[in-house]
């Protein structure tokens, strides 16, 4: 009897045991599985030759007129490069900045007057703003208009009507040559 008595402890701390037993085996599966799962994500992170080839990119914009723009996809993304108009220069430069949603002067945001380098992508909810050709709406600043909710840009890409918070974003860019941007 006092052999039976050991074998079963009255606190059901053998129980206790297996709980804890089979609680580590199945952390320790969930630790296997998170780590087979986790690697094949990681390595997906790591950039392919294609995507680190397309992290920079170099536009011919020889063939792009005054007034009218070229869209390019650069890191998945829409980029416009417009060529503005000595009058769309103008507008761009005499606006009062203080007045503006956010505040950038146009000298701020580009880097030869004449063309205007932007990420094609509303700052409101993502969507591509219209106006990148003279054949599309720019809207009542003469810049970009967002169809989606009503956001209209000026001719810098800076935000002037509608719920967009910020101007369209400027990415690094540099000019290689007199007829050729390179972007990233
Ligand atoms: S996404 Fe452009 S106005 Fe809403």
Not at 152 to 169: E, M, W
Not at 179 to 184: I, L, S
Request: glycine share 10%; with cysteine; net charge neutral.
């Amino acid at each position: 009897m006092a052999d039976q008595a050991h074998a079963v402890p009255k606190d059901g701390h053998s129980g206790g045991t297996r709980r804890e037993f089979l609680y580590l085996m199945t952390a320790a599966a969930g630790a296997y599985g998170a780590a087979t799962v986790a690697w094949p994500f990681i390595s997906s992170m790591n950039p392919s030759q294609d995507v680190l080839a397309l992290s920079s990119i170099e536009v011919d914009i020889s063939s792009i007129q005054p007034g009218e723009g070229i869209t390019v996809k650069w890191r998945g993304k829409p980029l416009f490069i417009r060529r503005r108009t000595p009058e769309e220069i103008k507008a761009a430069e005499g606006v009062n900045v203080a007045q503006l949603r956010d505040p950038q002067a146009d000298k701020d945001r580009v880097q030869k007057p004449e063309w205007l380098v932007l990420i094609g992508v509303c700052t409101h909810l993502g969507c591509v703003p219209q106006g990148e050709k003279s054949s599309e709406p720019r809207g009542e600043y003469g810049g970009y208009y967002c169809p989606c909710h009503g956001s209209q840009y000026d001719t810098s890409g800076r935000i002037r009507k509608g719920p967009a918070p910020l101007n369209l974003a400027v990415p690094p860019y540099s000019f290689t040559s007199d007829t050729t941007v390179k972007v990233g």
